[in-house]
């Protein structure tokens, strides 16, 4: 296996267009926090919830280990967010906590988890079954992305406290549910639409889709609810791709 290091102009193209649309996103949670007056819990959602979406970008790129590199920057550009520069951006994503210490720790999390999972899997030139990273991807962005927020607007009288964090059933259900809806998502779209994994000769796995993507959302919800605060932009993505990996060889759809 022979890593090709060539920039082609469709790399160019593409990466610049996963770039510009990563600044978009603070750009408008920046917006929001200054013009809308919206508060930093809820411009950090939409930091949260949509910039992971650059990783689109992946089946697009002749050598998609380029995906990487705007993840990469992105993990960059948030251990600058604290300088006066970027300030702005800083404000738009920070909780309490993070004025304190000056960093934004879980979307510096957020991006070195993506940049990991997209690095070994494009790296290593295992595109074809990307859809594992992506779910995984996608579970932390919306699984973990709306279950603070449901939480507290819904379940905010039925909390408990785990490992110093709020956890509710509320917050956890809303977790399995957008997992779920995830983890289909990143499945249709890398695993069907783009590479074809997962619809060997065109008919779609859709019972092994199914089991993936609900054995991926429990492993989810069961971590988020047990991480220590602060860890779950590290410990959900990764494990539940883990576990997704290992399932996806015992149904027969990850083969190395």
């Not at 000056?102 to 991006?111: E, I, K, M, T």
Request: aromatic letters at 14%; hydrophobic letters at 55%; proline letters at 3%.
């Amino acid at each position: 296996m022979q890593l090709n290091l060539l920039l082609t102009p469709i790399d160019i193209i593409v990466f610049l267009i996963a770039v510009i649309y990563a600044v978009l996103v603070l750009t408008i949670a920046d917006v929001a926090r200054r013009k809308l007056n919206m508060g930093s819990d809820f411009t950090r959602k939409i930091v949260h919830l949509f910039a992971g979406l650059a990783i689109w970008t992946v089946p697009y790129y002749t050598h998609s280990w380029w995906a990487t590199v705007v993840a990469l920057l992105f993990a960059v550009f948030l251990l600058m967010a604290n300088n006066e520069r970027f300030s702005k951006f800083f404000s738009a994503m920070a909780r309490p906590e993070d004025l304190e210490h000056g960093s934004v720790r879980g979307p510096f999390w957020y991006a070195v988890s993506i940049t990991v999972l997209t690095g070994i899997f494009t790296f290593l030139q295992l595109n074809e079954i990307y859809f594992i990273a992506a779910a995984a991807i996608q579970m932390m962005m919306f699984g973990d992305g709306m279950s603070a927020p449901v939480g507290m607007k819904y379940g905010k009288n039925y909390t408990r406290t785990i490992l110093g964090s709020k956890r509710s059933l509320h917050g956890s259900a809303a977790l399995f549910i957008f997992s779920f809806l995830g983890a289909l998502l990143a499945f249709w779209f890398f695993g069907v639409l783009n590479y074809g994994t997962l619809a060997p000769s065109g008919t779609i796995l859709w019972n092994e889709i199914f089991i993936l993507a609900f054995v991926g959302s429990v492993t989810a919800t069961l971590v988020e609810l047990v991480s220590p605060k602060g860890t779950d932009n590290i410990l959900l993505p990764y494990t539940t791709c883990i576990i997704m990996l290992l399932l996806g060889v015992m149904l027969g759809i990850v083969v190395f």
